[in-house]
């Protein structure tokens, strides 16, 4: 899990480097955008009607639009609510680390398996 974890995090760290951005900011729009834009494109094509991708990208533009002068610190309130919630697995035992990967790696990479078999 530990192995896991930083794989997950460097990745994350080299990627904000690569487009100016910070940690948090790159971790909000991987997870929160890229993550279930992919799910919402792939729910799509199994529908056959574009409705969860027009809904998420308008979502994602008003966000944008209504955080545009302060994008920055609203990706880093979310991220520290998102870390609160990780934390809250503390009480059936897992740590920081293991509901990072439980949740953020194991839970998308079996959503995309089940979707992928659906299609």
Same mark, same amino acid.
């Given at each position: 899990?530990?192995?896991?974890?930083?794989?997950?995090?460097?990745? %994350? %760290?080299? *990627?904000? #480097?690569?487009?100016? %951005?910070?940690?948090?900011?790159?971790?909000?729009?991987?997870?929160?955008? *890229?993550?279930?834009? &992919?799910?919402?494109? @792939?729910?799509?094509?199994?529908?056959? @009607?574009?409705?969860?991708?027009?809904?998420?990208?308008?979502?994602?533009?008003?966000?944008?639009?209504?955080? #545009?002068?302060?994008?920055?610190?609203?990706?880093?309130?979310?991220? =520290?609510? &998102?870390?609160?919630? @990780?934390? *809250?697995?503390?009480?059936?035992?897992?740590?920081?680390? =293991? &509901? &990072?990967? !439980? !949740?953020?790696?194991?839970?998308?990479?079996?959503?995309?398996? !089940? *979707?992928?078999?659906?299609?």
């Amino acid at each position: 899990m530990k192995r896991i974890f930083f794989l997950v995090a460097q990745a %994350l %760290l080299r *990627l904000a #480097r690569a487009t100016n %951005l910070t940690y948090n900011e790159i971790n909000i729009i991987v997870y929160y955008l *890229l993550i279930p834009l &992919s799910w919402a494109i @792939l729910c799509d094509c199994i529908i056959r @009607l574009p409705i969860t991708t027009i809904l998420l990208l308008l979502a994602w533009g008003f966000i944008l639009w209504k955080k #545009r002068t302060h994008f920055k610190e609203w990706c880093d309130d979310v991220f =520290v609510r &998102s870390q609160d919630f @990780l934390l *809250l697995f503390r009480k059936i035992g897992w740590n920081y680390e =293991v &509901s &990072s990967v !439980i !949740i953020c790696v194991i839970v998308p990479i079996l959503v995309f398996a !089940i *979707l992928i078999w659906l299609l």
